[in-house]
């Protein structure tokens, strides 16, 4: 069994400061871990994913996410906030030993910017 | 390239009325999927194909049935809604099953069970 806990359902940052959206998994193997982000409007679009190679991952439009066994975290960072990096941003797990079928989404954190 | 696109964008529907979600993906992808996204609940799995003419049970397949008669179609029906079933359903396609392949999603259908 996997799940995905994501701490704070909104967040609010000022442009230009940095955004931290936190994530933390169950999982009873070494898992797959994804970022998603959701515009207004739009379906997911994966943002970035690891899977097992380098801990540290970079993603698309500056994010970038570290995963941490000891603390079961996949924590999403961007050091600079930008007024369209505003959206829901998904956290998701999945055991590497299945397909698609059984990946486990977090219940999204929106993520606001201030001008 | 149009991706995955969803038809219709928005729906009302009384209770006990019937409706065809549709889906359509011009990626030639073997894999679509069906989900439900309700607030504080993130997404769930309601069917899944792999393939032209094969289906299965995702998370949450009560009430719903789906077909994939075409490789690029994949349609979710209610027989007969209820308003549990208010939700906001988005589709997707991956080329291969594995989740090291991307999932691209449909921009989402909204549905209003009354």
């Known amino acids: 069994a996997q799940s995905v806990t994501q701490l704070g359902s909104h967040v609010s940052v000022s442009e230009g400061a940095l955004v931290l959206l936190r994530c933390n998994y169950s999982?009873?193997?070494?898992?797959?871990l994804f970022w998603y982000v959701q515009y207004p409007n739009q379906g997911l679009q994966l943002l970035l994913k690891y899977t097992s190679a380098a801990t540290l991952v970079k993603g698309i439009n500056g994010f970038e996410a570290e995963f941490k066994k000891s603390e079961t975290s996949f924590h999403l960072t961007k050091p600079s906030a930008h007024m369209s990096d505003a959206a829901e941003y998904f956290c998701?797990?999945?055991?590497?030993?299945?397909?698609?079928?059984?990946?486990?989404f977090g219940t999204g954190t929106r993520l606001t910017i201030i001008p | 390239n149009a991706g995955v696109t969803q038809t219709p964008k928005f729906r009302v529907l009384k209770t006990g009325q019937s409706m065809t979600l549709l889906c359509a993906q011009d990626m030639n992808h073997e894999y679509m999927y069906w989900y439900r996204q309700d607030p504080g609940m993130g997404l769930r799995l309601i069917h899944y194909s792999v393939g032209e003419g094969t289906t299965a049970k995702g998370e949450v397949p009560d009430g719903y049935n789906v077909s994939r008669l075409k490789k690029q179609n994949f349609l979710l029906g209610l027989e007969s809604a209820a308003p549990s079933q208010t939700s906001v359903y988005f589709c997707a396609s991956s080329y291969g099953d594995s989740t090291l392949e991307t999932q691209y999603f449909g921009p989402g259908t909204r549905l209003l069970v009354l």
């Open positions: 998701a797990v999945s055991d590497p030993n299945f397909g698609n079928e059984k990946l486990t």
């Open positions: 999982s009873s193997v070494p898992p797959y």
